[in-house]
C-alpha cells in the first residue's frame, strides 16, 4: 500500500495535507436554485448584475419636491411604479419609502416634517445633514463589481444579496456526501453498557459534525457495529464508498487483533495521505485516498474508537478535508488567551478541551478530558493547541481550535 508510514506527521502539517487533498478533488460547480444554496460554496464570484440601487429610491414617505415651496401636489408614486419627472418649479409629489424618486426633483421632504395648507399646497423643510433622504444608484454596487469571491460559505445573508441582485440560482460546488462505519464487537446501539460492552457514543454524533462542516448524511449510510472480521470490514468499506465521497470510520486504527482497516484498505489499493498524527489525545488517525471508479477519489478517515480522540481526529483531518472538498479557504485558527496554565505534551501537539468567556479572547480548560470521555467535550467550545515542546501559562496567547457549534451555543 502507497504511503504505509508509521512515522506520526506534526498536526499542523497533517491539517495542511488533508485541505490539499481535498481541494484537489473538489467536486464539480453546478447551478443551485437560492433557498436550496444555504450551506453550499460559491464555485464563482457573486457579481451584481446590475447597480444597486438601480434607480434613486426613497427611503422616506413624504414629498418630492421642486422649486421653492410651496409646492402644487401634481400626483404620487409608490413603490414599485415608474416615477413621471417632475418639470416644473414649485411642483411635487407624494413619495412612499421604496418608491423610485422622479429625476427633476431637487429634494425629499418628510411626512412628519410637512404642512398642508387650505388650497392643497405642500410646505416643510428637507432634514439637513450627511445622510440623504434618498438612496442612489450604485451606493451599494456597481454593475459588475464582485460582492464575494469564490469559496465564500451561502448562508441566509448571501441568499438575500443574491436575491437582490437578481439571481434566480448560484453556482457552488457539490455538498460532499459522508457515510459512517462503526467499528468494534464491544459496542452496543441501545440500553445502558454494562457486562465487558460499552454503549456506542460516536455513531449517533459524528453525522452532526460531519453536517456542520458541510457534508450531507443520509441516514442510510451510517451503519455498524461492523463484525470485527477482515471480510465484514471489506464488504462495509467498498459498500459505503460505493455511495459517498468520505467514509468515516471508527475504531480500528492500530494495529491490534481484531484491528481491520490497514488491511482493508491495503485490499482497496488505498493511498495513505496521513497514518497517525503527533497529537494527544488522538494520535492512531488516518486520512486515505481510495481510487473511485469514475476515476475521482474517494476518502476513508480512520477515527479512533476513543471518543473524545475520534472528534479530535475528525476537526483536526476531515474538517480541513471538507472544506477544500468544497472549495473553501483552508481554516485558520483564532488566538486566545489562557487562564490557567496547560501542559505540553513532549514532541506532541496537545489539544486541551475548554470554554470560552463570553467575548471568545479568553479560554479556560475544562474537566473531564480523558480521551474516552465526553463529560468534558459536552461543556466546552473547542481545543487550546499548545505545540510541540511548549508549555502554556496562565496569561498566553495560543491557538483555538474551535468546534462548530451552531444555534443554542454554550454559554
Not at 426633483?105 to 388650497?119: G, H, N, Q
Request: hydrophobic fraction near 40%.
Amino acid at each position: 500500500m502507497s504511503g504505509h508510514d508509521t512515522n506520526p506527521v506534526g498536526w499542523e502539517q497533517a491539517r495542511e495535507l488533508a485541505y490539499a487533498a481535498g481541494r484537489a478533488a473538489a467536486g464539480p460547480a453546478e447551478p443551485v436554485a437560492l433557498p436550496a444554496a444555504d450551506g453550499r460554496t460559491l464555485a464563482e464570484p457573486l457579481r451584481a448584475l446590475t447597480d444597486l440601487p438601480a434607480f434613486p429610491t426613497s427611503s422616506i414617505d413624504g414629498w418630492a419636491v421642486r422649486g421653492p415651496k410651496p409646492w402644487r401636489p401634481v400626483g404620487r408614486v409608490l413603490a414599485g411604479h415608474v416615477a413621471p419627472p417632475l418639470t416644473d418649479d414649485g411642483t411635487c409629489v407624494e413619495i412612499a419609502t421604496g418608491a423610485m424618486v422622479p429625476s427633476g426633483a431637487e429634494a425629499l421632504v418628510r411626512i412628519e416634517a410637512s404642512t398642508v395648507d387650505a388650497d392643497g399646497r405642500v410646505s416643510g423643510e428637507p432634514k439637513v445633514g450627511p445622510v440623504p433622504e434618498w438612496r442612489l444608484p450604485g451606493e451599494e454596487a456597481h454593475k459588475g463589481e464582485e460582492l464575494l469571491p469564490v469559496g465564500t460559505p451561502v448562508d441566509p445573508a448571501v441568499i438575500g444579496v443574491a436575491a437582490t441582485c437578481g439571481y434566480e440560482s448560484l453556482t457552488v460546488f457539490a455538498a460532499p456526501r459522508a457515510g459512517l462505519l462503526v467499528f468494534g464487537d464491544e459496542l452496543l446501539t441501545g440500553g445502558t453498557p454494562g457486562a465487558g460492552r460499552v454503549r456506542d457514543a460516536l455513531g449517533p454524533q459524528v453525522p452532526g459534525w460531519l453536517r456542520r462542516y458541510g457534508a450531507t448524511v443520509d441516514p442510510a449510510a451510517v451503519a455498524g457495529p461492523v463484525q470485527d472480521t477482515l471480510e465484514a470490514h471489506l464488504t462495509a468499506v467498498r459498500g459505503a464508498l460505493a455511495h459517498a465521497d468520505l467514509v468515516c470510520t471508527t475504531g480500528g486504527t492500530m494495529h491490534g487483533p481484531v484491528d481491520h482497516l490497514h488491511p482493508t484498505l491495503t485490499e482497496l489499493g488505498a493511498e495513505y495521505i496521513v497514518n497517525t498524527v503527533a497529537v494527544r489525545p488522538g494520535f492512531p488517525m488516518l486520512l486515505a485516498r481510495v481510487p473511485g471508479p469514475d476515476g475521482r477519489p474517494r476518502f476513508l478517515a480512520g477515527l479512533p474508537g476513543n471518543p473524545q480522540s475520534a472528534v479530535i481526529a475528525l476537526i483536526t483531518l476531515v474538517a480541513p478535508l471538507l472544506a477544500g472538498l468544497q472549495g473553501r479557504p483552508a481554516p485558520t485558527l483564532p488566538t486566545v488567551e489562557v487562564s490557567a496554565p496547560v501542559r505540553g505534551r513532549g514532541g506532541d501537539t496537545h489539544l486541551a478541551l475548554a470554554r470560552l468567556d463570553h467575548d471568545g479572547r479568553s479560554a479556560t480548560p475544562v474537566g473531564h478530558v480523558g480521551s474516552a470521555m465526553l463529560r468534558g467535550l459536552s461543556n466546552a467550545h473547542g481545543f487550546v493547541v499548545v505545540r510541540p515542546g511548549t508549555e502554556a501559562s496562565a496569561g498566553d496567547l495560543v491557538p483555538f481550535l474551535p468546534l462548530p457549534l451552531t444555534t443554542g451555543e454554550r454559554r
